[in-house]
């Protein structure tokens, strides 16, 4: 369990003389909450997490308006910034706030999800480059060094009618996903599991995230994101539901083999990632198969979807006589 301490420091009125507390060793990440189609006039939620990656305790003041830590940066493809909100710009340069003192032990995360719309506002379609600066002492105060996260890419497409952005977003998904159950992520792999033993390929990619499991090799990530246009990427989505259910090509081949029998090793997750560990046996005319399957999970709509796995040779079992 992560330990978060909240210092008592809470509904506190900060001024510009407070005196720097935080030590260096915190560091910053940010990824979409939810994988969507998005337009200019969408809410496109962030998901922040701040870590401790050092020995010792760290701590950061955290505004209850997260504009006073985060500064989101947007660029496009050519460069261009788009710069913050009016609001936010305002309300940075206010030199009193509410905040809280986070302390975090060795190893803990803090997370929280921001709406990136109320910092950014785009109003033209394209491809857009994300980061976000996160202050520890907060915007106003001066001679610190902010937190700079990773980069996340961020498609707009161009506005449409109603009526066919319902299709498009009909299309992003599954049309059985009407169908799915909010299950833990160790009933998502056994769905999953079961699915195959059966031979029903429609339950058995219910759970799946088919885009994040082709982009899980870098160089087709690389490739889909940089060379494909939208119809390119659906294509290329529908060739691989279809050599996976072939058997076709080496890549993700131990994905679709049916197990003789399995068993869930171990299940870890937090609200949006998990962890399944399982163990597949294959069976064979003097020797039973053994491969341990580490299963990963995000939580998206409320829904848990596999989205990787790692597969482990184990030795091999003698059976029969």
């Given at each position: 369990?992560?330990?978060?301490?909240?210092?008592?420091?809470l509904?506190?009125?900060?001024?510009?003389?407070?005196?720097?507390?935080?030590?260096?060793?915190?560091?910053?990440?940010?990824r979409?909450?939810n994988?969507?189609?998005?337009?200019?006039?969408?809410?496109?939620?962030?998901?922040?997490?701040?870590?401790?990656?050092?020995?010792?305790?760290?701590?950061?003041?955290?505004?209850?308006?997260?504009?006073h830590?985060?500064?989101?940066?947007?660029?496009?493809?050519?460069?261009?910034?788009?710069?913050p909100?009016?609001?936010?710009?305002?309300?940075?340069?206010?030199?009193q706030?509410?905040?809280?003192?986070?302390?975090?032990d060795?190893?803990?995360?803090?997370?929280?999800?921001?709406?990136?719309?109320?910092?950014?506002?785009?109003?033209?379609?394209?491809?857009?480059?994300?980061?976000?600066?996160?202050?520890?002492?907060m915007?106003m105060?001066?001679?610190?060094?902010?937190?700079?996260?990773?980069?996340?890419?961020?498609?707009i497409?161009?506005?449409?009618?109603p009526?066919?952005?319902?299709?498009?977003?009909?299309?992003?998904?599954?049309?059985t996903?009407?169908?799915?159950?909010?299950l833990?992520?160790?009933?998502?792999?056994?769905?999953?599991?079961?699915?195959?033993?059966?031979?029903?390929?429609?339950?058995f990619?219910?759970?799946?995230?088919?885009e994040?499991?082709?982009?899980?090799?870098?160089e087709?990530?690389?490739?889909?994101?940089?060379?494909?246009?939208?119809?390119?990427?659906?294509?290329?989505?529908?060739?691989?539901r279809?050599?996976?259910?072939?058997?076709?090509?080496?890549?993700?081949?131990?994905?679709?083999?049916?197990?003789?029998?399995?068993?869930?090793?171990?299940?870890?997750?937090?609200?949006?990632?998990?962890?399944?560990?399982?163990?597949?046996r294959?069976?064979?005319?003097r020797?039973?198969?053994?491969?341990?399957?580490?299963?990963?999970?995000?939580?998206?709509?409320?829904?848990?979807?596999?989205?990787?796995?790692?597969?482990?040779?184990?030795?091999?079992?003698?059976?029969?006589?």
């Amino acid at each position: 369990m992560l330990r978060k301490r909240l210092l008592p420091l809470l509904l506190t009125v900060f001024s510009l003389s407070a005196p720097a507390l935080f030590a260096q060793g915190l560091s910053v990440s940010i990824r979409l909450f939810n994988e969507d189609i998005y337009f200019p006039d969408s809410v496109i939620e962030i998901y922040v997490t701040i870590q401790n990656e050092t020995s010792s305790t760290q701590r950061f003041r955290l505004a209850d308006d997260r504009n006073h830590n985060l500064v989101f940066e947007a660029r496009t493809e050519g460069g261009t910034f788009l710069g913050p909100d009016r609001k936010v710009t305002t309300e940075a340069r206010l030199n009193q706030v509410y905040y809280r003192t986070v302390s975090l032990d060795s190893g803990d995360r803090f997370s929280f999800v921001e709406r990136l719309t109320d910092y950014v506002s785009f109003d033209d379609p394209g491809l857009y480059a994300l980061s976000v600066s996160f202050f520890p002492e907060m915007v106003m105060v001066q001679n610190q060094t902010p937190l700079r996260s990773n980069t996340i890419p961020i498609t707009i497409r161009p506005g449409e009618t109603p009526e066919r952005r319902a299709e498009q977003q009909f299309q992003a998904i599954a049309v059985t996903e009407l169908q799915r159950q909010q299950l833990a992520p160790d009933d998502t792999v056994r769905y999953m599991l079961e699915a195959r033993r059966q031979s029903n390929w429609d339950q058995f990619f219910l759970y799946l995230n088919l885009e994040k499991l082709y982009r899980q090799a870098p160089e087709r990530d690389r490739s889909f994101r940089r060379e494909m246009s939208e119809e390119e990427q659906r294509q290329t989505l529908d060739r691989y539901r279809e050599e996976l259910i072939a058997g076709a090509g080496p890549r993700d081949s131990s994905l679709t083999p049916v197990p003789d029998s399995y068993e869930i090793i171990r299940t870890t997750y937090t609200a949006v990632e998990g962890t399944v560990v399982a163990e597949l046996r294959f069976d064979f005319d003097r020797y039973r198969e053994r491969r341990r399957y580490q299963y990963f999970l995000e939580r998206r709509n409320g829904f848990w979807e596999i989205i990787g796995y790692d597969v482990t040779n184990l030795p091999n079992e003698a059976i029969g006589s």
